[in-house]
């Protein structure tokens, strides 16, 4: 298991690119920022109008701003993985050494996979279905208010707990 | 002026918040202005987007109602950058970047008012009309400013020469997003532009 996750999270040549280029990192970081802007923009708008927020708006074209929450993740997801790579040579020690000791990087990894649930459940319960016909001033179910709820907190603590990957208390 | 940066920068406040241990210090006030930003620029750019002409069943008018969202973010970013800059106060204020990035942020907000004024409150958006070409114009500006103002922001830890060859790269980076975005898109599938505008603006304001 250890052999293969080291075999896996190693990527010597692009570890060395992203060295040998200065820009390779600040550009990866700043790519972060952007995609979390979209997804906390597009999910983030759609979770506060369930909350009840500007509930003049319907739901249903609410969700075409949601691929631009799926282009920010995607964002963050490849400059994510940049990161990982290049901790070798960033930071003297092996991705696996990070993701197996560092706290706050393995509870942001958690609270994704619960945002994750979070959004399947949401479509599990119908929930996805049962605001599609919110039209303007409509109350979404509570149910699917709590699932908002979630969401935001969900999102905003990854991006908290982003911020705490440096102090690394391994 | 260096007398009182300096003044700031050993204060009792600076040097707890430099030195503590505890989390709740400096990461935490770093990672609230991350979460501030995330929610003043994302809602700012799907309003943006809005008027824009994306998603346009969305009623625009309502979008109003998002704007006390944005105050918080803009506090919580205006107290923790505050903070942050206390910190390290000789040193920002030395750094060209810091003043490209507070430039940016300045004129942003300045064109995030401007936007409310001739969307929202000029009662343009109730009507549900096409927007004047000042409006796009102002969510154009607002885009590319926060964008300034989030890679400088980024930039002011980096060297001179670090920070102009990542300018680069963002440069080029979103030229081919553009690109890939907005014309590929027409090349290859010119018939679904009606579909990604969403339904149309009706029963949408009571």
């Keep these: 298991m250890e052999s293969t996750l080291r075999y896996l999270l190693d990527w010597p040549a692009f570890d060395l690119f992203v060295t040998q280029n200065a820009w390779a990192w600040p550009l990866a970081e700043t790519a972060h920022f952007i995609g979390l802007i979209l997804l906390i923009g597009a999910v983030g708008l759609f979770d506060l109008r369930i909350l009840g927020l500007a509930k003049q708006i319907p739901i249903a074209p609410l969700r075409r701003l949601l691929p631009w929450g799926v282009f920010g993740f995607s964002l963050c997801v490849l400059s994510g993985m940049t990161f990982v790579a290049a901790i070798p040579s960033n930071f003297g020690t092996h991705p696996y050494n990070v993701l197996t000791t560092n706290v706050w990087l393995q509870l942001k990894l958690l609270f994704i996979l619960l945002a994750g649930l979070n959004l399947a459940a949401f479509y599990v319960t119908g929930m996805s279905r049962a605001v599609e016909s919110l039209r303007a001033n409509d109350d979404a179910p509570l149910l699917a208010r709590g699932i908002a709820g979630v969401s935001v907190f969900l999102w905003a603590g990854v991006i908290y707990l982003g911020r705490l990957i440096p102090w690394d208390v391994g | ?206």
Excluded at chain 2, 59 to 79: E, Q, R, Y
Aim: net charge positive; glycine share 6%.
């Design chain 2, 1 to 206: 002026m260096w007398e009182f940066l300096e003044l700031i920068e050993n204060s009792s406040f600076s040097h707890w918040l430099r030195e503590s241990p505890s989390l709740l210090a400096y990461p935490t006030v770093l990672a609230l202005h991350a979460i501030g930003m995330a929610f003043l620029v994302g809602l700012n750019t799907m309003i943006a987007l809005r008027v824009l002409g994306f998603a346009r069943g969305i009623p625009l008018a309502p979008m109003n109602k998002l704007f006390p969202v944005m105050f918080v973010g803009f506090w919580v970013n205006a107290v923790s950058g505050l903070m942050l800059t206390a910190l390290q106060a000789i040193n920002f204020m030395s750094n060209p970047t810091f003043y490209i990035k507070m430039t940016a942020v300045g004129a942003a907000i300045l064109c995030l008012r401007s936007l409310r004024t001739t969307v929202f409150i000029s009662g343009a958006a109730a009507e549900d009309q096409r927007l004047t070409g000042r409006a796009k114009v102002l969510a154009v500006s607002s885009l590319s400013l926060w964008l300034i103002a989030i890679v400088s922001g980024r930039l002011i830890a980096y060297s001179f020469y670090v920070s102009w060859r990542t300018a680069v790269a963002v440069v080029i980076a979103l030229t081919v997003f553009l690109i890939v975005r907005f014309i590929g898109a027409r090349v290859i599938a010119p018939s679904t532009s009606d579909a990604r505008l969403g339904v149309s603006p009706s029963t949408a304001i009571k």
